[in-house]
């Protein structure tokens, strides 16, 4: 006959109990990493930003807004973020169903460049689809516009990002509905008649 001695029985008591308690409490932890930012544009997902950041230095490929910017690089210390995109149902993608998408940024905050480094795409928790860019692949891109980028800039700075469909578009030179007229005035402007080429 096995005797288990109050003592014993106590100890596993309380180590059942710590374990526990130690697994609840990495569960909220890690349910509190992500924040709501609001729905997608088009209104199909809602975003989700995480708190946690760190750092990323490098040299990494640029491109410009502006054409006439000729730089093609960028170097120095950048920021790394994830946000993702939990869909309102189920979407078929690249020959995968996906119910989640992840996507890992590193950031200029200051100067606006962004480029992706990691995308995971899941379905019901279960990985399905995850492209991972090389250093030297990574390219970095001038948005001056709102965007999922700017909006973890803003909570790495400690504000409250505003959603992305409540905000104002604050390219002056942005045009939902590109005209002739409009192609014409920016060939004008980025590469005028007679300039060389």
């Not at 924040?35 to 995480?50: E, M, T, V």
Request: charged share 25%; glycine share 6%; with cysteine.
């Amino acid at each position: 006959m096995f005797v288990i001695s109050k003592k014993s029985l106590h100890r596993a008591t309380l180590t059942i109990s710590m374990s526990c308690a130690f697994v609840s409490a990495s569960a909220s932890a890690f349910a509190s990493e992500w924040i709501d930012a609001g729905p997608a544009i088009d209104g199909g997902a809602k975003i989700q930003l995480n708190k946690n950041f760190h750092k990323k230095s490098g040299k990494f490929k640029a491109m410009p807004e502006s054409m006439l910017d000729q730089k093609d690089s960028i170097e120095g210390d950048f920021v790394v973020g994830a946000y993702r995109y939990v869909y309102s149902a189920p979407k078929q993608e690249n020959g995968h169903v996906i119910d989640e998408m992840i996507s890992t940024e590193i950031m200029d905050c200051a100067n606006k460049y962004y480029g992706t480094l990691q995308q995971t795409k899941k379905y019901k928790g279960k990985i399905v689809a995850d492209r991972v860019t090389a250093d030297k692949d990574v390219l970095m891109m001038e948005t001056r516009s709102d965007n999922n980028d700017s909006q973890l800039c803003e909570l790495h700075a400690g504000a409250q990002p505003a959603p992305a469909d409540r905000r104002a578009v604050t390219n002056p030179d942005y045009r939902p509905k590109v005209s002739g007229q409009d192609v014409d005035a920016l060939l004008d402007k980025y590469a005028p008649r007679g300039s060389k080429k």
